[in-house]
């Protein structure tokens, strides 16, 4: 069974950093493409950032040269450093798990970025 646990998230201000962490279980984790995604109140769920099993990384146009997606596989377990964070950051963050098309996701940490 596939599971995806994120942590880390919480209450920031402006300018602050977060590090969130997804753990992955029921996978051979080495071969997924993991991701980011989030999502905002009445808004659809949106890409954050992506890293392939060669490493290989991909970031939405709104995150680029502020967060930084990377992967452990010793540690079956994905990061996403978060810098520089805007009140417009506060999400729902959600990480998951691709392969041929079948993609299978975490429960979501809540982010918040406010004064």
């Known amino acids: 069974q596939v599971q995806l646990v994120e942590s880390g998230g919480g209450l920031v201000q402006p300018g602050g950093s977060l590090r969130l962490s997804c753990a992955a279980s029921?996978?051979?984790?080495?071969?997924?493409?993991m991701s980011w995604y989030r999502q905002s109140p009445g808004k659809q769920r949106e890409s954050v950032a992506h890293?392939?099993?060669?490493?290989?990384?991909i970031y939405a146009d709104s995150v680029k040269g502020r967060f930084t997606i990377s992967r452990d596989n010793a540690k079956n377990t994905v990061y996403l450093q978060m810098n520089s964070l805007k009140p417009e950051d506060t999400a729902v963050y959600y990480c998951s798990a691709t392969r041929s098309a079948l993609t299978n996701w975490g429960q979501g940490t809540q982010v918040t970025v406010s004064a």
């Open positions: 029921g996978i051979i984790f080495g071969i997924y493409t």
């Open positions: 890293i392939t099993s060669g490493g290989s990384t």
